[in-house]
């Protein structure tokens, strides 16, 4: 497979958990929810701190998570483990539960920082995702794919209150629900192949 063709090959694999994991459509209720009372302004302010924010983290844990892992003397096959038993975890949680809970923080456009740059774009299941993602496809790959999605985010944030007149918010929570049985099952895959490495 020429080098072009195996790049695109492994973004495109890249791309679709690393979505799966920042789920950006079954964000769309809190962020509505915390930005409702805002103007334009302000929730242009908060569109813009939560994707510097969450981009700041991802690619800082991208390019120095390894090397902090490899300090401590933690493998590949046990961080595929862990990883996927804390994806697992995730997942489980959102499925069972009817709606994310919406943390109590002041209603200012900070919530663009915590909690929606952090921890609920960029969070567990992201960060793991990510370092999964570059072991199995390389960093660059990884990182064409997590621009991107980051992209998709901003513009799902910046079109919610539309996407929500089509879908509704109840349908924004059952997309959130498929979403997070793809990341149970992307969880799974993870152990698996963790314990095969191991084993």
Same mark, same amino acid.
Request: aromatic content about 8%; glycine content about 8%.
């Given at each position: 497979?020429?080098?072009?063709?195996?790049?695109?090959?492994?973004?495109?694999?890249?791309?679709?958990?690393?979505?799966?994991?920042?789920?950006?459509?079954?964000?769309?209720?809190?962020?509505?929810?915390?930005?409702?009372?805002?103007?334009?302004?302000?929730?242009?302010?908060?569109?813009?701190?939560?994707?510097? +924010?969450? $981009? !700041?983290?991802?690619?800082?844990?991208?390019? %120095?998570?390894?090397?902090? #892992?490899? =300090?401590?003397? @933690?493998?590949?096959?046990?961080?595929?483990?862990?990883?996927?038993?804390?994806?697992?975890?995730?997942?489980?949680?959102?499925?069972?539960?009817?709606?994310?809970?919406?943390?109590?923080?002041?209603?200012?456009?900070?919530?663009?920082?915590?909690?929606?740059?952090?921890?609920?774009?960029?969070?567990?299941?992201?960060?793991?995702?990510?370092?999964?993602?570059?072991?199995?496809?390389?960093?660059?790959? +990884?990182? $064409? !794919?997590?621009?991107?999605?980051?992209?998709? %985010?901003?513009?799902?944030? #910046?079109? =919610?209150?539309? @996407?929500?007149?089509?879908?509704?918010?109840?349908?924004?929570?059952?997309?959130?629900?498929?979403?997070?049985?793809?990341?149970?099952?992307?969880?799974?895959?993870?152990?698996?192949?963790?314990?095969?490495?191991?084993?």
């Amino acid at each position: 497979m020429e080098p072009a063709a195996t790049f695109m090959h492994d973004f495109i694999l890249a791309l679709i958990p690393l979505f799966v994991a920042m789920e950006p459509v079954g964000l769309i209720p809190i962020y509505l929810a915390m930005t409702r009372a805002m103007d334009k302004g302000q929730k242009r302010n908060v569109l813009f701190y939560s994707v510097i +924010t969450a $981009a !700041a983290i991802t690619i800082a844990f991208l390019l %120095v998570g390894r090397a902090v #892992f490899l =300090a401590l003397g @933690i493998t590949i096959s046990d961080f595929q483990i862990a990883g996927g038993l804390i994806l697992l975890s995730i997942a489980i949680v959102d499925i069972v539960h009817t709606a994310r809970m919406v943390p109590g923080v002041p209603l200012t456009i900070g919530v663009g920082i915590v909690p929606i740059g952090t921890p609920l774009i960029a969070g567990p299941a992201a960060l793991t995702t990510l370092l999964m993602l570059s072991d199995l496809y390389g960093f660059t790959a +990884t990182l $064409a !794919a997590l621009l991107v999605n980051l992209v998709i %985010v901003w513009l799902v944030f #910046f079109s =919610a209150e539309k @996407i929500v007149v089509y879908i509704g918010e109840n349908g924004a929570l059952g997309v959130s629900k498929v979403i997070s049985l793809l990341l149970a099952a992307i969880a799974v895959m993870m152990i698996r192949r963790g314990l095969e490495t191991l084993f």
